[in-house]
């Protein structure tokens, strides 16, 4: 089974709890448990959230996109922004780093994203913008006989 469904929506952090019910959503057609679904909403929260505070400093003007794919029994997330970019990408993933320190984040985004999702990969220029694509598989819940 393949399927597809891509958006985009103003970086807004209001609209952050929309892309994780719209991802939860589609997901829920591989039948995931509650704590998987749990672990997607908090990685595209993460992903959704740096791409509106970091990428875009929070310019309400600018868009977010976000595509996600099943095929079979995986999904792949993809949040995308045309904003600041990404100078280390590997500085940056290290747990406790923020560029942002005046705003008192936690500097843990990537760490969760990469706690909750099977794979997290990163690709950023700065000036451009970043692309955080994430996959999960789901196992088969279905009740044995």
């Known amino acids: ?29 591989l039948n995931p448990t509650i704590d998987e679904i749990a672990d997607i909403k908090t990685a595209v929260s ?15 003007e600018k868009m977010v996109y976000l595509s996600c794919e099943i095929d079979g029994d995986t999904i792949q997330i993809c949040i995308e922004d045309e904003g600041n ?3 280390d990408i590997e ?3 290290q747990p406790l780093y923020t560029s942002k320190p005046e705003l008192e984040r936690s500097g843990m985004g990537f760490t969760v994203m990469e706690t909750f999702m099977d794979e ?7 000036g451009e913008g970043t692309k955080i694509t994430m996959k999960k598989t789901i196992r088969s819940h279905k009740i044995q006989d």
């Open 91 to 93: 500085i940056a993933r």
């Open 1 to 29: 089974m393949k399927n597809f469904v891509q958006m985009q929506f103003s970086a807004k952090s209001e609209n952050e709890s929309f892309a994780r019910v719209v991802v939860a959503s589609f997901a829920s057609q």
């Open 46 to 60: 993460e992903a959704v959230t740096n791409s509106i505070i970091h990428g875009y400093d929070e310019n309400e």
């Open 85 to 87: 970019g990404i100078e």
């Open 120 to 126: 997290v990969y990163v690709s950023s220029k700065q």
